[in-house]
């Protein structure tokens, strides 16, 4: 009962809460696409990428207002994006080297400017690594805010899109042959996943963002056949593993958020895997076993 | 120069195993180990009461190991993409690794951020003392010794892993084993990663193995090749990223990367065989080609005809070839320029050596 009142009231706790359930939403969602469209791993490679954008972004204007470093995020993530697809449409490398190589490189460059920022600026710069790495409980109601319009506005897109979004994912052939722009949309689809990717970084950080996008679709395509169930159902599961996290982070000193949310979602993943009717693997072994 | 020889040793360890990752489309399986070894790593210090290298890599190995097997059994169990198998497993391994840190490691010093980044700074400061005598930074016998492994490795199985990587089936119907392969390679990048990442860190373990042999993909289809080039282009990076590195006063391992990264565009835009100035190129040849082909036999096929005057007007071919007047041009000049065809008051005529290439054409 104490949780839930300092839920309500406690400007940290709610501030993680808040931010870890806008996140959970947003990459809920947008995950969904990606996964049935067997890209799982981009959001590994476009969180990655975002970090020569942050630093860049910073040497440019020298401001760490979440605003500044969000967009200097995206932009780079969406470079990131483009290149992936030249690579993949014009060359013979496979998705799964190109993603690992744009991944590593932008990393890189990022790693190497961060240093260079480290070594060259004043004290300042401090902080930057919290947009990378994810530092939950520094999260500011600024944070929280920027974050929050950002998710509704790639929610609404996603609303608006949503027909187009299906035929893309289920059949993208049949969508161009309708005359849709496959190419395009595809683009949009993934342009969004990077803004829920952006949203991420600051709370959970590069490392556990592929799980955020991944682990709530896994799980809620255990439950259902229909892609509508399935994209509110992942938003669901994404926004109880964040407020969940914070809460389990928030009550035991010394956890962080961040991983603490993953492993929740974790759990979330493995009963749906297992127990889900239809769909769970323990209802395979029960056949098999009478059989 | 201890640094650079480390990272020398380190990159070929590295592009020796990620030529096969290449291939066999595993790229990504090497980002996912290079971070779930964190738990790993931890769980052996806890049990060594301290950060023991011997028992911080037997851990961290066990970890590699049982992502490998736990991806696998996702997969296996149909109900999860390969690729949404690795994105939910490793940031599990790393949350589970960051967990315990919080937990049973606040003053240990092993900081997230030293696993993803490493200090190859640092590698001169750790070194391998037998009695009071020097034998050189310890980071040389451990990249030496992956070296080493790897290169056995490929060359005891080159046979097995060549066929399993190329054709798996006929690799399983021959009676080799492509589990056994598998698991090998894993293990193998598993111990690289796990020996290499205390020195350079876990983003330039994933670097080495995946950019260099991608780039070495790009500039050759010859497997022996490929290794050579891979191993070549990642040690040439570590030279010069640790002289970018020095030049700018920043991250070693970021800078490596950056270099590698740069070899990699490089070979994508010039490469003569696969990059893409090669491909445009290749297609405006070809564009050309068929464009003049499509012209003689337009030419011999008028020829003689009442019609002939009409047909062999330079306008006529952009409505009846459904050319653009500058590709007609184009056509053209490289028409006459070659002596295929002649432009006779505004008309084209076909020369003896055009009318015998266009009779050759009408052949098939």
């Given at each position: 009962m104490n949780l839930l009142t300092d839920l309500i009231f406690d400007y940290t706790l709610r501030n993680i809460a808040l931010g870890a359930a806008v996140l959970g939403i947003v990459s809920g969602v947008l995950g969904s696409f990606a996964v049935l469209r067997r890209q799982g791993l981009l959001g590994d490679t476009l969180a990655h990428a975002a970090l020569p954008g942050i630093c860049v972004a910073y040497l440019l204007t020298g401001s760490k207002s979440p605003l500044v470093l969000f967009l200097g995020a995206a932009i780079s993530g969406w470079v990131a994006t483009l290149v992936l697809l030249r690579i993949v449409r014009e060359t013979r490398i496979k998705e799964d080297s190109a993603l690992g190589v744009v991944l590593s490189v932008f990393f890189g460059v990022g790693i190497m400017l961060l240093t260079f920022i480290l070594k060259h600026n004043?004290?300042?710069?401090?902080?930057?690594?919290k947009f990378l790495?994810?530092?939950?409980?520094?999260?500011?109601a600024e944070d929280v805010n920027t974050m929050t319009i950002l998710g509704v506005f790639a929610l609404l897109v996603v609303a608006v899109l949503y027909k187009e979004f299906k035929i893309i994912t289920f059949d993208p052939n049949f969508a161009a042959s309708l005359g849709f722009n496959d190419r395009w949309l595809g683009v949009v689809l993934t342009s969004l996943i990077v803004v829920a990717v952006v949203i991420g970084l600051r709370t959970v950080g590069v490392v556990l963002m592929s799980a955020m996008l991944v682990g709530p679709a896994v799980a809620a395509r255990q439950w259902t056949n229909r892609l509508e169930a399935m994209v509110l159902l992942a938003g669901f599961f994404g926004a109880l593993s964040g407020v969940a996290g914070a809460l389990i982070s928030v009550s035991e000193a010394?956890?962080?958020?961040g991983p603490m949310v993953i492993l929740s979602l974790t759990v979330i993943v493995i009963i749906s895997l297992l127990?889900?009717?239809?769909?769970?693997?323990l209802w395979d072994i029960k056949r098999f076993s009478k059989a | 120069m201890e640094i650079v020889i480390t990272g020398i040793l380190i990159s070929v360890a590295c592009a020796l195993l990620g030529t096969f990752l290449i291939l066999r489309k595993m790229a990504m399986m090497s980002d996912a180990i290079s971070h779930a070894i964190l738990p790993g790593l931890v769980a052996g210090y806890f049990f060594a009461k301290g950060p023991d290298l011997f028992a911080g890599f037997l851990g961290a190995l066990v970890a590699a190991l049982v992502t490998v097997t736990l991806v696998e059994a996702l997969k296996n169990t149909?109900?999860?993409?390969g690729e949404s198998a690795i994105g939910i497993v490793f940031p599990a391994m790393f949350a589970l690794g960051t967990f315990l840190v919080a937990r049973f490691f606040e003053?240990?010093?092993?900081d997230t951020d030293a696993v993803l980044?490493?200090?190859?700074?640092?590698?001169?400061?750790?070194r391998l003392f037998i009695g009071d005598v020097d034998f050189g930074p310890q980071s040389y016998y451990v990249a030496g010794a992956l070296c080493l492994i790897n290169l056995l490795f490929i060359t005891v199985f080159y046979k097995e892993l060549k066929l399993a990587t190329f054709d798996a089936g006929l690799a399983a119907t021959l009676g080799f084993s492509p589990f056994f392969i598998h698991y090998a390679l894993m293990a193998l990048v598993s111990v690289t990663s796990v020996g290499a990442f205390t020195s350079v860190g876990a983003v330039l373990v994933v670097a080495l193995m995946i950019v260099p042999a991608a780039a070495a993909y790009l500039l050759t289809d010859k497997l022996p090749m490929m290794i050579g080039l891979a191993a070549g282009i990642g040690a040439l990076s570590a030279v010069l990223g640790y002289g970018l590195a020095l030049a700018i006063d920043s991250s070693v391992a970021g800078a490596i990367v950056s270099v590698a990264g740069a070899f990699f565009f490089a070979a994508m835009l010039?490469?003569?065989?696969?990059?893409l100035i090669a491909k445009a190129r290749r297609i405006e040849r070809q564009r050309v080609q068929i464009g003049l082909e499509a012209l003689l036999v337009h030419l011999l096929n008028h020829?003689?005809?009442?019609g002939e005057a009409h047909e062999s007007e330079m306008l006529h071919l952009s409505s009846e070839l459904r050319w653009l007047p500058q590709f007609a041009q184009q056509i053209v000049g490289v028409a006459a320029n070659r002596g295929l065809v002649m432009q006779v008051n505004g008309h084209l005529i076909l020369t003896d050596n055009g009318r015998r290439q266009g009779q050759q054409l009408m052949v098939y």
């Open positions: 004043d004290a300042n710069q401090a902080g930057l690594d790495f994810g530092q939950a409980a520094t999260v500011t010394n956890l962080p958020t127990f889900a009717p239809q769909r769970g693997i | 149909q109900r999860v993409g003053n240990v010093h092993l980044f490493g200090n190859i700074e640092f590698v001169a400061f750790d010039f490469s003569p065989s696969h990059g020829e003689g005809e009442e």
